[in-house]
């Protein structure tokens, strides 16, 4: 069960606030916390602590915080072979309301210093590897090259499209599951998402570009699977989060990693949705979670 990510490494620096800052607007914080963050980093130490063996290709700062995410890493048990360090570590400040709404600034730092020729200085990762896990913030050659290896050399490629961004037809090809929230969907299917009807008409019409499943992720609304000719939905129980900060990337972890242990399409969604309930109960973007056995 090894998964190859490729993505974003980041400190975050949370912000507790009784509400978002609205422009022109000063606002005092009860306080601040430091957390470890990025989508691939979320979503890379989301996988290995469910159990599956987890490679990363990504790029951290030649700084303090870059020394501190690699060690962090290594006790996670991830193999940090394919993270270079350059300039400064990528960090996001987010600002964390009471009532567990987020507002996030990225400064991506090393995250863009990412280049092609890394993804190709790292064929061995990807022959290794039995699926292939991205998200979108790191430069999009990148991404498009790490999907076309992984595909050439049969693995599962799995497209978490976010922050969301429009997506060539050579990169969707070579994707079987993309992992859109309705917004993402929106963009990406150029559609206006109102309602399950909606949802299943746009995934249908991304479908049609040569990806293999489409799955939407609708919050506590739950998650959709988008076929040719079918759909299902996966409910998910409606909770108040502390924090929801990484309740999407605990969801590709989750499902990547059901898919990886043998689990149907289904049951793959219900595991990433229990998964994604206890990351939004604590507080950071990569808290402890039991063993994929213990869910």
């Known amino acids: 069960m090894n998964i190859l990510v490729v993505g974003s490494i980041n400190m975050d620096?949370?912000?507790?606030?009784?509400?978002?800052?609205?422009?022109?607007?000063?606002?005092?914080?009860?306080?601040?916390?430091?957390?470890?963050?990025?989508?691939?980093?979320?979503?890379?130490?989301?996988?290995?602590?469910?159990?599956?063996?987890?490679?990363?290709i990504g790029a951290v700062g030649e700084d303090d915080f870059g020394s501190t995410i690699l060690e962090h890493?290594?006790?996670?048990?991830?193999?940090?072979?394919?993270?270079?360090?350059?300039?400064?570590?990528?960090t996001a400040m987010i600002q964390v309301s009471k009532d567990g709404e987020n507002s996030i600034v990225l400064?991506?730092?090393?995250?863009?210093?990412?280049?092609?020729?890394?993804?190709?200085?790292?064929?061995?990762?990807?022959e290794a590897c039995d699926l292939l896990l991205v998200q979108l913030e790191v430069p999009l050659p990148v991404i498009e090259k790490a999907v076309e290896v992984a595909n050439a050399k049969?693995?599962?490629?799995?497209?978490?499209?976010?922050?969301?961004?429009?997506?060539?037809?050579?990169?969707?090809?070579?994707?079987?599951?993309?992992?859109?929230?309705?917004?993402?969907?929106a963009l990406l299917s150029g559609q206006k998402i109102d309602s399950l009807e909606g949802v299943?008409?746009?995934?249908?019409?991304?479908?049609?570009?040569?990806?293999?499943?489409?799955?939407?992720?609708?919050?506590g609304k739950g998650s959709v699977h988008v076929?040719?000719?079918?759909?299902?939905?996966?409910?998910?129980?409606?909770?108040?989060?502390?924090?929801?900060?990484?309740?999407?990337?605990?969801?590709?972890?989750?499902?990547?990693?059901?898919?990886?242990?043998?689990?149907s399409i289904a049951d793959a969604m219900k595991l990433a949705t229990k998964v994604s309930r206890i990351v939004i109960l604590k507080e950071g973007a990569q808290p402890p979670i039991p063993a994929m056995k213990d869910i």
């Open 200 to 219: 299943v008409i746009a995934s249908r019409s991304i479908l049609s570009q040569g990806v293999k499943h489409v799955i939407t992720t609708l919050g």
């Open 107 to 126: 400064v991506p730092g090393a995250n863009h210093a990412l280049t092609v020729e890394d993804i190709a200085n790292q064929e061995q990762l990807f």
């Open 73 to 90: 890493f290594q006790q996670k048990g991830l193999n940090t072979e394919g993270i270079k360090q350059a300039g400064q570590t990528g």
């Open 154 to 185: 049969g693995k599962t490629v799995v497209v978490n499209p976010a922050p969301a961004q429009v997506l060539t037809p050579q990169l969707l090809q070579n994707v079987d599951f993309l992992t859109p929230n309705e917004h993402e969907l």
């Open 227 to 263: 076929t040719s000719d079918s759909y299902e939905v996966v409910e998910s129980e409606q909770l108040q989060p502390v924090d929801t900060t990484g309740a999407g990337d605990a969801y590709n972890a989750g499902f990547a990693t059901g898919i990886l242990s043998g689990l």
């Open 13 to 56: 620096l949370v912000l507790s606030v009784d509400h978002i800052a609205r422009p022109g607007e000063t606002i005092l914080s009860n306080g601040y916390e430091r957390f470890f963050g990025g989508k691939g980093a979320n979503q890379a130490v989301a996988a290995a602590q469910l159990g599956a063996n987890v490679s990363f």
